[in-house]
């Protein structure tokens, strides 16, 4: 089988393996120019790298964001302590307070109602809650008043049915 090659293309063999005539190191990148001849074409090879050195002096590559340890709060003193300081504090433990229980949102938000008197919902909900009894007594009674009447119309099938048979037949 013969192989058919134009003039652009350009085929290695492996027996016929680059061989390098020249290799400079510079001191900020390393360049190698090899000349290479296969079938009578020379190939120049360049390559670049950067200086390592250089390259740490400019680049940080210590991960310094990643595993960020929490701030220690041991040394605050509560009695230097400012209102904007607290919601500081707050909005960094955010996620960290309980919902529920001692020392938990649900704490912070009833001692924060009472301490100002907050009933507008608490007015709202007890109107609700209000409604919603008395639709349950109107439905109950609704119920009976229901039961009643099958009840009654029971009644007055069993006693037609009853008046039929005792009727003569004609």
């Known amino acids: 089988m013969k192989d058919n090659y134009n003039n652009n293309d350009l085929k290695l063999k492996d027996d016929s393996i680059l061989t390098s005539q020249k290799s400079s190191t510079l001191k900020d990148n390393t360049a190698i120019d ?3 001849t296969q079938n009578n074409i020379p190939i120049t090879l360049v390559r ?12 940080n590559t210590a991960f310094t ?6 701030p220690d709060l041991s040394f605050f003193n509560p009695n230097l302590a ?3 300081d607290f919601f500081n504090i707050y909005t960094n433990l955010f996620f960290l307070i309980p919902k529920t229980g001692p020392n938990s949102h649900t704490t912070l938000i009833e001692e ?3 301490y100002v008197n907050y009933q507008a ?13 008395e639709l349950r007594e109107q439905n109950l009674q609704l119920t009976l008043d229901i039961g009643n009447v099958l009840g009654a119309k ?7 049915n009853e008046a039929r048979e005792i009727t003569p037949e004609n």
């Open 121 to 133: 919902n608490r007015l709202e909900i007890q109107a609700l809650l209000d409604e919603i009894a």
């Open 65 to 70: 964001q990643l595993g960020v340890a929490e």
């Open 34 to 36: 090899a000349n290479i």
């Open 154 to 160: 029971e009644e007055i099938d069993k006693a037609i």
């Open 48 to 59: 670049e790298a950067f200086n390592k050195e250089k390259f740490n002096e400019t680049v």
């Open 112 to 114: 924060s109602s009472e």
């Open 82 to 84: 400012t209102v904007g």
